[in-house]
Nanobody, 113 residues
Framework: QVQLVESGGGLVQPGGSLRLSCAAS????????MAWYRQAPGKQRELVAR???????IYAGSVKGRFTISRDNAKNTVYLQMNSLKPEDTAVYYC???????WGQGTQVTVSS
């Protein structure tokens, strides 16, 4: 079982940037595929980005070119760098471990003027 704790959310103006972090427990973090999902109020959950153990990434079309998922295996941490933020990016962002099925508690991102 891997525990995940997201942080870094907050309020940002449109066009601004934010970096989310997901700290994971476990001794085999490096082999896991990790992902970020988000859920806006009244909306379905959607995959934002995913990163494999080998570093391959996939992004939702809506965030491609603006968001970057990365990982630091030495720190057991996954990041989501979010640039050029738009109001439609407002959501609770969740970190997931695709191999264990673990989810973090989520962190709120609000993009508003």
């Amino acid at each position: 079982q891997v525990q995940l704790v997201e942080s870094g959310g907050g309020l940002v103006q449109p066009g601004g940037s934010l970096r989310l972090s997901c700290a994971a427990s476990g001794s085999i973090f490096s082999i896991y595929t990790m992902a970020w999902y988000r859920q806006a109020p009244g909306k379905q959950r959607e995959l934002v980005a995913r990163i494999s153990s080998g570093g391959s990434t996939i992004y939702a079309g809506s965030v491609k070119g603006r968001f970057t998922i990365s990982r630091d295996n030495a720190k057991n941490t996954v990041y989501l760098q979010m640039n050029s933020l738009k109001p439609e990016d407002t959501a609770v962002y969740y970190c997931t471990n695709d191999n264990t099925g673990s989810w973090g508690q989520g962190t709120q991102v609000t993009v508003s003027s």
